[in-house]
């Protein structure tokens, strides 16, 4: 018995040692929660080809994924200029199409010492909206600001000589704008902004045609035969940027004359905060829309496309909103097929695509009488109150409206998100509200009035649920993050967690590519702008 007990013991011990943690273990596995996951209806070609909608069961991230994937492409930047100025910028984007077809910029350019207007700064903010690739609005984030300055500098160099009839105008009717420097002049900036746009959208465009150009030799000339440019290294290059498209959004201040332009071809849209003081001293934003939507839908869109074209083609430009009831922005750099001529599309796509085995995109079926789409953008110009501009003697003269911040953003958060709301979430962001805010509770903490109205291009109002229905989170340190949480839920944690698990392609039907920049600037009046926050505990704080 005692032999059998000394036996025991190393078996005993064995147990201890192995038994105890595989049953650990075996508790761990098989009562661990599993994975999350949701059901999704998808468009999928189905057994038989033919396209349908398909119940797809997907993983659903944490909360810690979905807080690192919006904050995965999240940055801020901050720049004390001379003037004293600091210039604070935050940009964040959020991919639905893989890769993403947004993109983005910015530059400071300080004025040179010789310059007349010197000293002061001109600030580019962009944001490009692509369609139908990446291609068009990755070229325009490298080369559309080196555009507009290349044109703005050689108007300063050589200033363009009047028309008779606009000298003839100066004289009956003089105008103040008439005696300013060039750069100084709204008028000439806007037609600047406007020359820059069309001409690099020119360049685009016709790439593929001066290719094809540079290709004919005397016997194809002769012969009018269309030589094989598909393996040629330049082939791609020139047609993909062409054929895909994109929006583009533009802001530039120049603080030397407290200007600001935003420059829009499509259907990106920038809002600005503008504070105004109020009797009770606590002040209120005043949400300034700085661009119209630039689709079929936009009655003044509308109206332009139809004086462009035939009375025959009335019904058809804009059929379903949409340009020949296809493309949905009216205005765009590439998107060549809406304007080359049929016959140049069928020459293109012989020499690019023939020796290929993809066949070039569609001439659309109505196509008659190109170009329907243009690059040209709608300009907008505001004053600003900046420091720079103000003396010695009037230092102490507090604006009563300012102008305190400005949003750039693609679509894809206007269809979530309204003026209204981003003004007020940007609005509390910089008050320092944090936590959660129900919707319904937002418009007494960050108070916010109409002004210049919204002229939306879309069908339908911002998908987002009513105001007074769940809670904005205020959670981000940057604020471009904290609009893209917002949009796509708030304090809903489950439907952000839902929207940011959908992979694409299937994304794409449920959220857009969205990349939001946001510019703000201080110069020692930042208290003014009080906004309540609410603190862990309920207690009130104001800052800004």
Same mark, same amino acid.
């Given at each position: 018995?005692?032999?059998?007990?000394?036996?025991?013991?190393?078996?005993?011990?064995?147990?201890?040692?192995?038994?105890?943690?595989?049953?650990?273990?075996?508790?761990?596995?098989?009562?661990?929660?599993?994975?999350?996951?949701?059901?999704?209806?998808?468009?999928?070609?189905?057994?038989?080809?033919?396209?349908?909608?398909?119940?797809?069961?997907?993983?659903?991230?944490?909360?810690?994924?979905?807080?690192?994937?919006?904050?995965?492409?999240?940055?801020?930047?901050?720049?004390?200029?001379?003037?004293?100025?600091?210039?604070?910028?935050?940009?964040?984007?959020?991919?639905?199409?893989?890769?993403?077809?947004? #993109?983005?910029?910015?530059?400071?350019?300080?004025?040179?010492?010789?310059?007349?207007?010197?000293?002061?700064?001109?600030?580019?903010?962009?944001?490009?909206?692509?369609?139908?690739?990446?291609?068009?609005?990755?070229?325009?984030?490298?080369?559309?600001?080196?555009?507009?300055?290349?044109?703005?500098?050689?108007?300063?160099?050589?200033?363009?000589?009047?028309?008779?009839?606009?000298?003839?105008?100066?004289?009956?009717?003089?105008?103040?704008?008439?005696?300013?420097?060039?750069?100084?002049?709204?008028?000439?900036?806007?037609?600047?902004?406007?020359?820059?746009?069309?001409?690099?959208?020119?360049?685009?465009?016709?790439?593929?045609?001066?290719?094809?150009?540079?290709?004919?030799?005397?016997?194809?000339?002769?012969?009018?035969?269309?030589?094989?440019?598909?393996?040629?290294?330049?082939?791609?290059?020139?047609?993909?940027?062409?054929?895909?498209?994109?929006?583009?959004?533009?802001?530039?201040?120049?603080?030397?004359?407290?200007?600001?332009?935003?420059?829009?071809?499509?259907?990106?849209?920038?809002?600005?905060?503008?504070?105004?003081?109020?009797?009770?001293?606590?002040?209120?934003?005043?949400?300034?829309?700085?661009?119209?939507?630039?689709?079929?839908?936009?009655?003044?869109?509308?109206?332009?496309?139809?004086?462009?074209?035939?009375?025959?083609?009335?019904?058809?430009?804009?059929?379903?909103?949409?340009?020949?009831?296809?493309?949905?922005?009216?205005?765009?750099?590439?998107?060549?097929?809406?304007?080359?001529?049929?016959?140049?599309?069928?020459?293109?796509?012989?020499?690019?695509?023939?020796?290929?085995?993809?066949?070039?995109?569609?001439?659309?079926?109505?196509?008659?009488?190109?170009?329907?789409?243009?690059?040209?953008?709608?300009?907008?110009?505001?004053?600003?109150?900046?420091?720079?501009?103000?003396?010695?003697?009037?230092?102490?003269?507090?604006?009563?409206?300012?102008?305190?911040?400005?949003?750039?953003?693609?679509?894809?958060?206007?269809?979530?998100?309204?003026?209204?709301?981003?003004?007020?979430?940007?609005?509390?962001?910089?008050?320092?509200?944090?936590?959660?805010?129900?919707?319904? #509770?937002?418009?007494?903490?960050?108070?916010?009035?109409?002004?210049?109205?919204?002229?939306?291009?879309?069908?339908?109002?911002?998908?987002?649920?009513?105001?007074?229905?769940?809670?904005?989170?205020?959670?981000?340190?940057?604020?471009?993050?904290?609009?893209?949480?917002?949009?796509?839920?708030?304090?809903?944690?489950?439907?952000?967690?839902?929207?940011?698990?959908?992979?694409?392609?299937?994304?794409?039907?449920?959220?857009?590519?969205?990349?939001?920049?946001?510019?703000?600037?201080?110069?020692?009046?930042?208290?003014?702008?009080?906004?309540?926050?609410?603190?862990?505990?309920?207690?009130?704080?104001?800052?800004?």
């Amino acid at each position: 018995m005692q032999m059998l007990r000394r036996a025991w013991k190393p078996v005993i011990g064995t147990a201890v040692l192995v038994g105890a943690p595989s049953y650990v273990f075996y508790r761990w596995y098989y009562a661990r929660p599993s994975q999350e996951s949701f059901d999704l209806q998808v468009r999928e070609r189905g057994p038989d080809g033919k396209p349908a909608m398909l119940t797809r069961t997907f993983p659903l991230i944490s909360k810690d994924q979905a807080d690192a994937r919006l904050a995965a492409h999240a940055a801020f930047s901050s720049a004390t200029r001379p003037d004293g100025i600091v210039w604070k910028h935050a940009t964040a984007f959020l991919a639905s199409n893989d890769p993403i077809e947004d #993109a983005n910029d910015s530059a400071i350019m300080q004025r040179d010492a010789a310059d007349p207007s010197a000293p002061g700064d001109l600030l580019f903010f962009a944001v490009m909206d692509g369609h139908a690739g990446p291609h068009t609005s990755r070229l325009l984030s490298k080369v559309l600001i080196p555009a507009v300055t290349l044109e703005l500098s050689s108007r300063l160099k050589a200033p363009p000589q009047p028309t008779f009839g606009q000298s003839l105008k100066s004289i009956l009717r003089p105008t103040a704008s008439s005696s300013l420097p060039v750069d100084a002049d709204p008028e000439h900036v806007t037609l600047a902004l406007q020359t820059a746009f069309l001409n690099l959208d020119a360049e685009l465009t016709n790439a593929p045609l001066q290719l094809l150009a540079a290709n004919l030799d005397k016997i194809a000339k002769e012969t009018r035969a269309i030589p094989d440019l598909s393996q040629h290294p330049m082939a791609m290059a020139s047609m993909l940027p062409a054929m895909s498209g994109s929006c583009a959004l533009l802001a530039m201040i120049d603080t030397a004359h407290s200007n600001l332009y935003v420059a829009c071809t499509g259907d990106s849209r920038a809002v600005a905060g503008v504070y105004e003081e109020s009797e009770d001293g606590q002040g209120v934003w005043r949400v300034e829309v700085l661009s119209e939507d630039q689709t079929g839908r936009n009655p003044n869109e509308l109206k332009r496309l139809r004086s462009e074209h035939p009375p025959s083609e009335a019904d058809v430009v804009i059929r379903n909103g949409r340009i020949l009831g296809g493309l949905e922005p009216s205005r765009a750099f590439g998107d060549a097929r809406y304007k080359w001529p049929r016959e140049v599309q069928e020459v293109l796509s012989k020499a690019f695509f023939e020796g290929t085995d993809q066949p070039m995109r569609a001439t659309p079926s109505l196509l008659k009488t190109p170009p329907y789409v243009t690059a040209r953008p709608e300009v907008t110009h505001r004053k600003l109150s900046l420091p720079s501009a103000s003396s010695a003697a009037d230092a102490d003269v507090k604006p009563k409206s300012t102008l305190r911040f400005l949003v750039l953003a693609t679509d894809g958060l206007w269809d979530e998100l309204s003026s209204e709301d981003v003004v007020a979430l940007v609005g509390g962001h910089l008050a320092g509200l944090r936590g959660r805010v129900p919707k319904s #509770a937002l418009p007494a903490l960050v108070r916010t009035t109409g002004g210049a109205p919204t002229v939306s291009g879309k069908d339908r109002a911002p998908r987002r649920s009513a105001p007074s229905d769940g809670a904005w989170a205020f959670e981000d340190e940057n604020v471009g993050t904290h609009l893209i949480r917002n949009a796509f839920g708030g304090a809903d944690e489950r439907r952000l967690r839902r929207l940011l698990s959908i992979p694409a392609p299937h994304a794409r039907s449920y959220r857009d590519d969205v990349t939001v920049s946001v510019v703000w600037w201080e110069e020692g009046r930042e208290g003014d702008a009080q906004a309540a926050a609410v603190a862990a505990g309920g207690t009130v704080k104001a800052k800004l």
